[in-house]
C-alpha cells in the first residue's frame, strides 16, 4: 500500500484559496488518489478523486502532476465552513479498497 | 450518492457488557464494509475488512473475539464489541463500497463510551 504523507496542520483566512499537498511515493501504477473531508465526530465524507493531470468537481480540484507521487488538493475561497481534517488516500479501484488506511490527515482551521 | 446509515450514533455502558453497532447501505449492495476505530485527535484506525458472506479479515493487533464482525448480507454488517471495558471507548465508523464503485462510503460514526 502506498503511504502518504501530509502536512498535519494549516491555517488559512476566509475567503483565500487553499492547497493540500499529499507525498505518495510509492503510488502504483493502478492506484487512484482520493481525498475525503471529516468534521469532528462525523464519518469521512468524499471530496474528489483522480489518476493523473487535473480533476475538478464543485467543490475542489486536484492537481496530479505526470510522475504521480504526489497530489494537491485545492479548495477555492474557504469558508468557516471548511473547517475539517482533510485525508489523501491511494489505492486501487473498483473494487479494490480491500484495505484502505487512513494517513493522519491534515487539519485545516479558517479563521475569519 | 449512496447513503450508508450507522446506528446508534452513540451509546453509554457499563464495563462488562456488550454492545453492538449497525452498518447499513441504504440504496447499494455493499460486497465489502470496512470498521475503523477513531480516538480524539487522531485518525481513522482501520479494525477490520468484511466481506459479505466470508468472515472477516482483521487487522494486526485488533482481537477478533473481542470485536465480533458479521457482514450476514449485502446491506448490513454488524460489530458487536464484547466485554466492553472503557479502553474499549472510541469513535467507531464503518464505510461500504462494491465492486465498480469509485470510493467509499461512510456511516456517521458511533461514539462509544464505556463507564
Known amino acids: 500500500l502506498a503511504k502518504t504523507t501530509q502536512p498535519i496542520s494549516m491555517d488559512s483566512y476566509e475567503g483565500q484559496e487553499v492547497n493540500i499537498t499529499c507525498s505518495h511515493n510509492?503510488?502504483?501504477?493502478?492506484?487512484?488518489i482520493t481525498w475525503y473531508q471529516q468534521f469532528p465526530s462525523q464519518g469521512p465524507r468524499f471530496i474528489i478523486q483522480?489518476?493523473?493531470t487535473k480533476v475538478t468537481n464543485e467543490v475542489a480540484s486536484l492537481f496530479i502532476p505526470a510522475d504521480r507521487k504526489s497530489s494537491t488538493l485545492s479548495l477555492p475561497r474557504v469558508s468557516l465552513s471548511d473547517t475539517a481534517v482533510y485525508y489523501c488516500?491511494?489505492?486501487?479501484?473498483?473494487?479494490?479498497?480491500?484495505?484502505?488506511?487512513f494517513g493522519t490527515g491534515t487539519k485545516l482551521q479558517v479563521i475569519p | 450518492g449512496a447513503v450508508v446509515s450507522q446506528h446508534p450514533s452513540w451509546v453509554i455502558c457499563k464495563s462488562g457488557t456488550s454492545v453492538k453497532i449497525e452498518c447499513r447501505s441504504l440504496?447499494?449492495?455493499?460486497?465489502?464494509m470496512f470498521w475503523y476505530r477513531q480516538f480524539p485527535k487522531q485518525s481513522l484506525m482501520l479494525m477490520a475488512t468484511?466481506?459479505?458472506?466470508?468472515?472477516?479479515?482483521?487487522e494486526q493487533g485488533v482481537e477478533k473475539d473481542k470485536f465480533l464482525i458479521n457482514h450476514a448480507s449485502l446491506t448490513l454488517s454488524t460489530l458487536t464489541v464484547t466485554s466492553a471495558h472503557p479502553e474499549d471507548s472510541s469513535f467507531y465508523i464503518c464505510?461500504?463500497?462494491?465492486?465498480?464503485?469509485?470510493?467509499?462510503?461512510f456511516g456517521s460514526g458511533t461514539q462509544l463510551s464505556v463507564l
Open positions: 464505510s461500504a463500497t462494491r465492486q465498480g464503485y469509485e470510493k467509499l462510503f
Open positions: 468484511s466481506n459479505e458472506g466470508s468472515k472477516a479479515t482483521y
Open positions: 510509492n503510488i502504483a501504477t493502478n492506484d487512484y
Open positions: 488516500l491511494v489505492g486501487d479501484k473498483p473494487g479494490g479498497y480491500q484495505k484502505v488506511t
Open positions: 440504496d447499494f449492495q455493499a460486497t465489502t
Open positions: 483522480g489518476y493523473k
